[in-house]
T-cell receptor
């Protein structure tokens, strides 16, 4: 069935370090892929998305590329900041209309000065 | 982009009372909406699928008599937590997906605290 596997956290990095959070998915067809971010005490925010193979989503210095051959959508950022501390969820929307989002378990990131 | 509005953003209620949470799609028609629950430090758990004009579909383990869902119009779904207890305290989030299946829109979430 549909599922998302995501790198286990928590992840702690120093400011300006390189970030990678791995994500792989199991789905049929060509789902739309997302990364959501949740800051402490807040709701979900869409960070970036990609809707077809080889698309690269990017926002606020974060990037992820839709890899159909490896069913992956790894999140990267070249230089993290303290303000990036949050929980990051990899997710996808199946290739059908009006469907529900399938979420990964989330990865907690803490960036220390 | 499309917006989903959820209200209230937080609520505190006494044990035994009922609480209603509203989810509105502001600029598109949503024949289907979804209700999620998030426990502290965990991911979002799908509770139910709200279908306009028909009964909601509940995920396994979710009590339909406890979490009443009504989707009376194409832009509004409501979740009522009946006879709330402290263990119902949680973060509840609604969402709706666009007809193309390329994006999902989430409400701001409702933090429910039952005392």
């Amino acid at each position: 069935g549909n599922s998302v596997t995501q790198m286990e956290g928590p992840v702690t990095l120093s400011e300006e370090a390189f970030l990678t959070i791995n994500c792989t998915y199991t789905a049929t067809g060509y789902p739309s892929l997302f990364w959501y971010v949740q800051y402490p005490g807040e709701g979900l925010q869409l960070l970036l998305k990609a809707t077809k193979a080889d698309d690269k989503g990017s926002n606020k210095g974060f990037e992820a590329t839709y890899r159909k051959e490896t069913t992956s959508f790894h999140l990267e950022k070249g230089s993290v900041q303290v303000s990036d501390s949050a929980v990051y969820f990899c997710a996808f929307l199946p290739e059908t209309s009006y469907d529900k989002v399938i979420f990964g378990p989330g990865t907690s990131l803490s960036v220390i000065p | 982009g499309a917006v989903v509005s959820q209200h209230p953003s937080w609520v505190i209620c006494k044990s035994g009372t009922s609480v209603k949470i509203e989810c509105r799609s502001l600029d598109f028609q949503a024949t289907t909406m979804f209700w999620y629950r998030q426990f502290p430090k965990q991911s979002l758990m799908l509770m139910a699928t709200s279908n306009e004009g028909s009964k909601a579909t509940y995920e396994q383990g979710v009590e339909k008599d406890k979490f009443l869902i009504n989707h009376a119009s194409l832009t509004l779904s409501t979740l009522t937590v009946t006879s709330a207890h402290p263990e119902d305290s949680s973060f509840y989030i609604c969402s709706a997906s666009d007809p193309l299946g390329t994006e999902a829109f989430f409400g701001q979430g409702t933090r429910l605290t039952v005392v």
